[in-house]
């Protein structure tokens, strides 16, 4: 369950290229999905083997003294990451385990939440469960005392505050 490194990987497609190669076409394989996520740090691949259901395969991806690498979850281990694009999870089959149902419905659950990134009047704050900041726009600014940055997972939505803010939530 380590890492695996490629002496003729140096840039991130030649690993990719090689992962891609493990499951050949010509062998009854087909990759039918193929996403990045985190900077290209998580390669998501929706595998169809030449039997059976296609599933889901996470391959992490990382450098160690200039060469690239990757280490393999497949969904029946219930990754931890669930920055999974859905479209990945479509395309796969039926779960292949819990593990791998429970993992699908903690992806489902991560692209409903809404993260919404506002500067606002502290007063706007009041009786709403904000997580204060001192990042903002007004670094360095005499107001910078009467506004914070506020971070916090709502339902997708457009609000407008009381004192006129129009704060719209964009999905993360």
């Not at 929706?46 to 992490?60: D, N, S, W």
């Not at 593990?99 to 409903?112: G, L």
Request: proline content about 6%; some cysteine; aromatic content about 12%.
């Amino acid at each position: 369950m380590g890492w695996l490194y490629s002496h003729s990987a140096h840039q991130r497609q030649h690993i990719v290229d090689e992962i891609i190669s493990m499951y050949p076409s010509d062998k009854g394989w087909a990759i039918l999905e193929n996403r990045s996520t985190s900077y290209g740090r998580r390669l998501w691949l929706t595998i169809q083997p030449p039997v059976g259901e296609a599933f889901v395969a996470l391959y992490l991806l990382g450098t160690c003294k200039g060469y690239w690498g990757y280490k393999d979850v497949d969904e029946s281990m219930g990754p931890v990451a669930v920055d999974c694009p859905l479209s990945v999870i479509d395309a796969a089959g039926l779960p292949m385990n819990e593990h791998a149902k429970k993992w699908r419905e903690r992806v489902r659950v991560y692209h409903t939440k809404v993260i919404a990134v506002v500067v606002c009047p502290k007063e706007t704050h009041k009786g709403m469960e904000w997580r204060d900041s001192n990042e903002g726009p007004f670094d360095n600014r005499t107001d910078a005392e009467d506004y914070v940055r506020a971070e916090f997972h709502a339902p997708t939505r457009i609000i407008e505050t009381p004192d006129g803010w129009v704060i719209k939530f964009l999905n993360h």
